[in-house]
Each structure stands twice: as structure tokens, then as C-alpha cells.
């Protein structure tokens, strides 16, 4: 092999042995744009083969072994120097030696755990990836192809509604509930808004879904907030004793599931939030967390020990008493 590179040059490609088969899932990349990857849920088994195709048929490749890695890492975006592994397999494909013609290699990692669904935030990406590697002496050839992870949960036992009385002592005073806690990501929010003292005049009112990723720890905690959605529920000044329903399809829009504590490194959680705006251009607001959940379309049966293991992982909802931001809307609350 030259060391001016006029030796040996080999194509080296990703095959997986259900490609046909497998279905595709679109995932936001880092820019912005989205894509399709195949997509895997926990405890499936990721197998296929790794192709080499030599560029030079006369010439030899010299390498100092073939392996291929199945790796699930989190990469925080000030932080790019380090990529944090929380999965990390590695199967050798062939020892030290050398390539004389094109050929494949067969891999398979048998029931993978993939405890977290793929995610690309603000400032942290969560990723899944088989990387091929041909180590040689001067220059390793290196091959990456991305999966994406979804994880499934089952319906919650408990999910209670959400039934507040909030306002600003002697000038407003409603009360609101939200028919669940808990959503998957194709569900609809039900709830009502229920005018119970008007002494302001009132003439806006929307709910916002609001994504709030926070990575970090300590003292180097990074809170991003990004409202996915804003929903009208009334333009016009409301009297005493009106009620507004309310009724959110949330299919349309991009969200997550929620996701607490992913490896002490992030979270990704989600809140409804209902604004009002005065004549005088003064809003007054309620924070209310809510759990979002993906829900499988269809279970199969290579994915039910997969669905038992994410039902187990599923976190109930905040309560209602944890603290909430000041300048939020709140019993005897303030303005903003």
C-alpha cells in the first residue's frame, strides 16, 4: 500500500437484511431539514452486512482488522468535544490481514436495548448509529449510517384530569380543566375555561403548547424554550359565568414524547399554557406541565417485549404543588 495513497481504495456501505421491510421514519437533522432513517424500537435486533468494494481490482487492501460498532451516544452542543455513550456495541468482523477482492461481512446484535427515542434539540442531539470501521495504518475508512428509535409506551393507569382555580384577587377569577394529564402525540386536549369574576377587560385568550429542553447540571444548566403552538379560544371580552371549551388536536404539530432526566444529561418536557391579554396590552398567564406519550400504531409481535419494557419506563406526571415560575398566573396571582 503507498503512502502517497496510489495503493488500495475500498467503498465501504450499510446493509441491513430487513431493508425492504423495515419501515422508515422522518427525523429532524441538525439543520434544520428532515429525513427518512429506519426506524427501531427496544429490544429489537439490529442485523445485517458490511460491504466492501474494492475501487482497485489488482491491488490488495492491508488492514489492521474490520470491526463494526452498534452505538447510542448524546452529544451536547457547547460541548462538542465529548460524546456521551450510553449504548456501545462492537463486533469484530476480521482480524488483521488483508482484502484481496470485494466482499461482506454479516453482523448481528441480538435484542439491543435502545432505552431512549432519537432527539434533535436546541443544544443536545440524541443519536443511534452502526459504524464500520477498516483500521489501517495511516487512515482508518470509516462508514456511519443513523437509525432512529422510537419508544412506545402503553396507556396510562392513572390520568387524572386537570382542574385549577386561578385569578388575581378581586379583579379576575376562572377556573380551567383539562380533560387528562397525560397525552399520546395523535391525541386532542378536551378542557373548558370557566369565567367565575370578570373585572378586567379581557380581549384575547389562547393556549400555547410550550417545549421546554434543558440540558446541563449545576450550575451550567441551559433552559431553551420553544412554542410549538398557539390556539385561539376567544377574541372578545368574556362575561361572568361564560364557559369556553376548548379543543386542541395535537396531531398536526412536531412533538416528543416527554423525556426526564435522559442520562443526567438532559430533559425535554411539555407545557400547556393559557395566556390572556387585556385592552391595555397586559397579559396574565398559567404554566400547566403535561405528559406527552407515543402510543404504537401497531403492536407487533417482535415489538411486545419491547412495548412491556417502555410501559415500565413511563413517568407519571409533576404535581400539581411543584414550584412554578414567578409572574405566572396563579391563585392571587400577578401580572406580566
Sequence with gaps: MSFFGFGQS???????????????????????????????????TVSGKVSLALKNPNKRLEHQGIK??????????????NHHEF????????????VTQSQAFDFEFTHVEKPYESYTGQNVKLRY???????????DVVKEMDIVVHTLSTYPELNSSIKMEVGIEDCLHIEFEYNKSKYHLKDVIVGKI??????????HMEI??????????????????????????MDGAPVRGESIPIRLFLAGYELTPTMRDINKKFSVRYYLNLVLIDEEERRYFKQQ?????RKGDIVRKSMSHQAAIASQ????????????????LSDGSSRQ
Design 68 to 81: 463494526v460498532e452498534f452505538i447510542g451516544q448524546i452529544e451536547l452542543y457547547y460541548d462538542r468535544g
Design 10 to 44: 475500498v467503498d465501504v456501505d450499510i446493509l441491513l437484511n430487513d431493508a425492504d421491510s423495515r419501515k422508515r421514519a422522518e427525523h429532524k437533522t441538525e439543520d434544520g431539514k428532515k429525513d427518512k432513517y429506519f426506524l427501531f424500537y427496544d429490544g429489537e
Design 313 to 328: 419506563r413511563f413517568e407519571g406526571t409533576a404535581p400539581l404543588g411543584e414550584a412554578r415560575n414567578p409572574g405566572q
Design 289 to 293: 406541565e403535561v405528559v406527552l406519550w
Design 208 to 233: 400555547d403548547i410550550i417545549k421546554r429542553e434543558t440540558t446541563g447540571t449545576g450550575p451550567n444548566v441551559y433552559h431553551e424554550n420553544d412554542t410549538i403552538a398557539k390556539y385561539e379560544i
Design 129 to 139: 448509529f452502526l459504524r464500520a470501521t477498516i483500521s489501517r495504518r495511516l487512515n
Design 194 to 203: 370557566y369565567f367565575l369574576l370578570v373585572r378586567i377587560k379581557i380581549k
Design 87 to 98: 449504548v456501545s456495541l462492537v463486533k469484530d468482523l476480521a482480524r488483521p490481514g488483508e
